[in-house]
């Protein structure tokens, strides 16, 4: 299993990016994907997750109508479209599944700052 973000950067407050998961060694169109965060001296936190079909998303209040997660199945990636962003987004965001156990990516920093 082999998950690569990608899409970070350095981005002004009310700013947008996209970022990319994209996913290796298992039937991604099976499983359910999230995306997490970690601000510099705070725990991992869960920010948005889809189902499998990409049918069914959810989002922490904390991105609620900001941040659109979306999949396509046939590229086996993932994305998060953050828009009007703020610098408590600034984070490394990683990309996570479940098979059997978690996996993660080795996240993609995001830096929101004037």
């Known amino acids: 299993v082999q998950l690569v973000e990608s899409g970070g950067g350095l981005v002004q407050p009310g700013g947008s990016l996209r970022l990319s998961c994209a996913a290796s060694?298992?039937?991604?169109?099976?499983?359910?994907m999230s995306w997490y965060r970690q601000a510099p001296g705070k725990e991992r936190e869960w920010v948005a997750g889809?189902?499998?079909?990409?049918?069914?998303?959810n989002y922490a209040d904390s991105v609620k109508g900001r941040f659109t997660i979306s999949r396509d199945n046939a590229k086996n990636t993932v994305f998060l479209q953050m828009n009007s962003l703020k610098s408590e987004d600034t984070a490394v965001y990683y990309c996570?599944?479940?098979?059997?156990?978690?996996?993660w990516g080795q996240g993609t920093q995001v830096t929101v700052s004037s």
């Open positions: 996570y599944t479940v098979l059997g156990r978690g996996y």
């Open positions: 889809i189902g499998h079909t990409g049918g069914n998303t």
């Open positions: 060694g298992f039937t991604f169109s099976s499983h359910t």
